[in-house]
Every structure is written in structure tokens, then in C-alpha cells.
């Protein structure tokens, strides 16, 4: 047993999709940040601020996604809420700081008054993730942005109608053929049963789907393809409270299957390129 | 990095890179993802390169990276992790149908991931058991016994397709 066996067993691979130019870009990009970090200069904080939960979120804890937030009384506090909708017809554009800041507070916003929409009565509480975190406070979920993968991610707990359960968030790049890491729109298999490909009222493709792994964990998705094609959003409704691996606390998730899919598709539809 | 260096870095890529891309793929039996944990691999390569390229063995610091990035990878693309407890691994069966790739797949599917980078590392990279001990921080022990299974149910595999051992 070697290596030319395995090769046989193995087949033909397809083409590579390993941008090693684009690795190095962003490797360097990363440098820059935490020199600038280390530099304590006022606009490395507002990074900071942006990454700084990317910690509480990947409990892998890997140093390549997390850039290291400031001494803590130099971060600044989070955006205030936003007193109205978010306008229709959002640009998302993470290629600044200044875009990715208003990715953050526009999605933030839209969650909330999606959620307000379509599953009255929800309450944001905190939901611990990984042990020794700082807890933060109730009220607005903790979402993020992480550089090495040009990714909006959130977490938070949720209540309602007395339940309790964990919601999960992720925008992220789908156009897999520029060559950056990244991951497709979601595709049911064949014989599943509990996923459903449809599209929403403005032709966006929308994904629906259940996973069971065992126990009795819970988990409702959806994926849905943002408009331009370069980017999908991904609500996930767990039905445990806390990190990975904690047990479920409920028989289901807070939101059902189809105010996961209504919140999914406001939000998309939001959106313009 | 001086310019040199890059073309340096750059060449020790393009060798190993076909490479590496087949090992991931046995380690997570997806290529997108494997291409993922490559990418991973040059990241941290790129990032550490004159330490790596002054080592003993950059090749064997590539191979720890990528099987330590498949093993450390707990946010799987679709689905939340669970403790390992909920997943009881059940070992290796003997293969009964005529080898190919799905098949192959199969088997290292049933193991748990650090057995997959076990066999990775010991019968794709052709470490010995102590080096794949030492790459993975685990006992001797252990890799002997995950290769001695692997090796039968593989044989078992090679034997059907006709293949060469």
C-alpha cells in the first residue's frame, strides 16, 4: 500500500481552484492589519472592532482568521441601532473598511426588522460559545466580518413564545470560479427529502433544507443566492443553546422552517449588487 | 519576502501542489474542500517561510499543516459540529465490491479524522510511524494500530480492482 495505489483509487482530479497568487494577496493583506494593529494607530481599532468577535465566533480559535483585537479599552463600542428600515437597494461592497462597516450595521439592521416582520415577539439574548468568552450584552445579535474569507458572520441566541434556541448567520462569496476560498450555493441531494430548491419572489435561487446529526440536535437552513451571484446569505436555527456541541434545549428550533426562509428572502431582496 | 525567496516559495509550491490536493481529498473526500485545505497549507507556508525553508524537513511541515488544518476544521460547511461521543467510530469493514474511487471513499469515510490523517500521512506521504506519531501528536501506538486496520481493509480494496500493492 502506497502512494501510486491510492493515486489509482483515487482517479483524475479536476482542475485545481487553488489561487496561490490570491493566497499570497490576502496572506500579506493580514500582515499589514496586524502591523497596523501593533502600530495602535485610531483606524486600526475600528478594525479591531470588526474582527474582534471573529474569536467569540470560530471557537477553532485558528491565529489565521482571527486578527488580534487592541487593549480592550481602545475598542470602540458598538454601532447604535438604527431607528428606521434599512433602505431598499443595498450595495454590499466589503472591499474597505468603510464597506464592511456598513455591511455589518445594514445587515444587522435588517435581521432585526426582518425577524420583527416575520416572527414577531423575538428577543436577541447572548449565547455563549466558546468557555472563558466576555459575555455581551441582550438585545442585538453579535455579528462580524472576518478578511481571510470575506465573510459576514453572526450568531446569537433567540427566544420566543418561551422557548429558547441558537441563530447563525453567514454571508458569504459563492463565486467559487474566481478562485478564492469560498463555498457554493447550497445543493439538495438526490433522495432527500427535507430540502427544497425554489426561488423567491424576485428570482433569487433559495435553498431549504434540515439537517439531523444525531441525538437530538435540530438544525433548520436556508441559503439563498444574493442578486449579481457573487454572494449567498445562510440562516441557520438550531435548536441548542450555545456552542457546538452543546445539547438541544428544544424539541425544534425557535423559528420554524418557513419564518427562517421569509427572514432569508427580506434580507436577499435588499440587496442590489 | 525578497524576490528570491518568492520564487523559492513559489517553486516548492508548484512541485508538491498535486500533491497535496490528492492527500486532502483522501483526508476530506471533497475537492472543493480540499482545494481549501491546500490553500490553508500555502497560507501558512507563505506567512512562515524562512523558518520552513531553513528546517530539517519543510515537507514534512507542509504535511503537518494540512492534516492539522483537516483535523481542526470543526465548522463544517453545513452542518454545526457534535461531541465526538455522538459519533462512535466504527472502524473498518472489508470491502466486498469491486474497488474504485467511491469504494475508497467508503472506507476512509467510516474513520474519524484523525485516522484519516493517520493513513494519509503513513500511506500517502510514506511517513514512518514515528514520524506520523510525532506529526500528530499522538502515540506510536495508536499509529500502528490505525495502520495495521487500514492496511488490511485497503488490501482486501486493491485485491478486488486487481490493482498493484
Redesign the interface.
Known sequence: MNQETLDQLIGIAPPSTVDVPGVIRRTRRRRRVRRALAGGSTATAVVAAIAVGAALINGSGRPSEVIPPPVAASVPAPPSPSVSPPPAGFVLDTSTRAGQERALDWLRTALEEAAVKHAPGTKWIYMPDVPGESRTPDGRPILLYTVADDTLRGRSGITRDGRKGGFYLRLRPIDCAAGEPCQPLYECERGVSDCQTDTTPSGLTIVRYVDRPGGKWLFYDVDVELPGGRYALNLSAVNYFGGDGSPAVAPAPVFTRAQLAAIATTIAEQVTG | MQRSE?DEF?TF?RVR???W??AA??LCHD??TA??L???V???L??HWRRVSAADNPDAYAQRVLTRAWI????R???????AD??PDRGWTQADRV???A??IGLLSQLGRKQRAVIVLR????RSVEETAELLGISVGTVKSQSARA?EA??A??QE?G???
Do not use: N
Open positions: 518568492e513559489l509550491i501542489m498535486e500533491r490536493r490528492r481529498y483522501l475537492w472543493h482545494d481549501d491546500v490553500g490553508i500555502v497560507a501558512k507563505y506567512e481542526d476544521e470543526r465548522r460547511p453545513w452542518r454545526r459540529e457534535h461531541p455522538a459519533l474497488g474504485d474511487r469504494d475508497l500511506f500517502y506521504f510514506d492496511l485497503l488490501r480494496l486493491t480492482t490493482s498493484p500493492q
